[in-house]
């Protein structure tokens, strides 16, 4: 063999080592990501189709537990407050962190303070603020209703009237919109700052500079985060179970959705079906429809998105 011949020998030997030791590396995240995430998939899927409970084995009974479904007021109460949550926290969510991080992202003293104060609630603990919100949103000696109440604002019962426990929990939902803001932030100081100078030379004020700079200029991680607020808000579970426990005081007790099921979201009612009513092929059903529902809804944002987010 050549010396040329010999080199390209070493050269892909050398090439299959490193593609070897790659391999050997990722190989624990492939045997975990098939064993916990891609069998647990395919497994519900299949189980969907089972009347299935943890205490007997699988029996096939076909498209029931879909049926079962769509003739229960209980699914379309739990989807439709999932679907208003949802809709209201994405804007309300997006709208407040854009404007916060745009506050925060000007030249001014104090400002990595603030940055931190408004950062600050989304690390912590979900059940402990949850906790702290069930104290403010108290009827009786909640914060909130004795500053309201200074105002001349009439006491509210913010978790046990059902006109204002979805509006409760959007609150809490707008209170840790934090990590929103932080991304926000860095995308907007990726911004050019040359094109806020041709702007500013323009004449332009800062609604002008907000409106046909910054927002074309981070389009593109407005898109990820409303797409990814979407999906967290269709799997809003722990802070709703946490209320209604709190306000029931009753932590055995069965199916419960809040004052007239008013906080009976999606992945609340799936909970129940799976480990209050055993019934873990209708709630693998559940699992399967909001997966459908939230690639729909995900698609149609895509495409719509296109046009401003390719704008840029």
């Known amino acids: 063999m050549t010396k040329a011949g010999i080199r390209k020998a070493d050269k892909r030997k050398i090439r299959w080592k490193n593609e070897l030791e790659g ?9 975990g990501f098939f064993l916990f995430s891609l069998y647990p998939i395919f497994m519900s899927g299949y189980y969907s189709f089972t009347d299935f409970s943890a205490i007997k084995d699988p029996k096939w009974v076909g498209i029931d537990n879909y049926k079962d479904l769509f003739l229960d007021p209980l ?3 739990s989807m439709i407050n999932t679907l208003i949550y949802v809709a209201f ?27 931190s104060i408004f950062f600050l609630p989304s690390v912590v603990p979900v059940v402990a603020s949850t906790m702290i919100w069930v104290w403010v949103f108290d009827p009786l000696n909640g914060y ?23 509006t409760s929990v959007i609150i809490i939902t707008l209170w840790g919109m934090g990590s929103s803001m932080v991304i926000f932030l860095a995308a907007m100081q990726d911004v050019p700052t040359e094109l806020y100078e ?9 609604i002008a500079k907000f409106t046909n700079i910054t927002l074309p200029g981070i389009a593109h991680v407005i898109l990820y985060q409303i797409v990814l607020v979407m999906i967290n808000g269709f799997q809003y579970f722990t802070q709703v179970y946490i209320i209604i426990r709190a306000q029931s005081g009753n932590i055995s007790q069965g199916i419960n959705g809040g004052p007239r099921d008013s906080l009976m979201m999606y992945p609340l009612y799936l909970f129940y079906n799976a480990f209050t ?7 693998a059903a559940m699992s399967w429809i909001l997966f459908l529902v939230v690639c729909i809804i995900t698609f149609l944002i895509t495409k719509i998105s296109k046009k401003w987010v390719n704008k840029q």
């Open 75 to 77: 699914f379309y109460k």
């Open 89 to 115: 926290s994405v804007v309300l969510c997006i709208f407040t962190a854009l404007i916060i991080a745009s506050m925060l992202n000007g030249k001014w003293r104090g400002r990595t303070i603030f940055r």
């Open 144 to 166: 909130l209703n004795k500053i309201l109440g200074k105002f001349g604002v009439p006491t509210i019962n913010w978790l046990g009237d059902p006109s204002w426990t979805m």
């Open 23 to 31: 391999f050997l590396f990722v190989l624990p995240w492939i045997i």
């Open 277 to 283: 009513g055993l019934k873990m092929g209708k709630a």
């Open 198 to 206: 041709a702007a500013g030379m323009d004449g332009a004020g800062s």
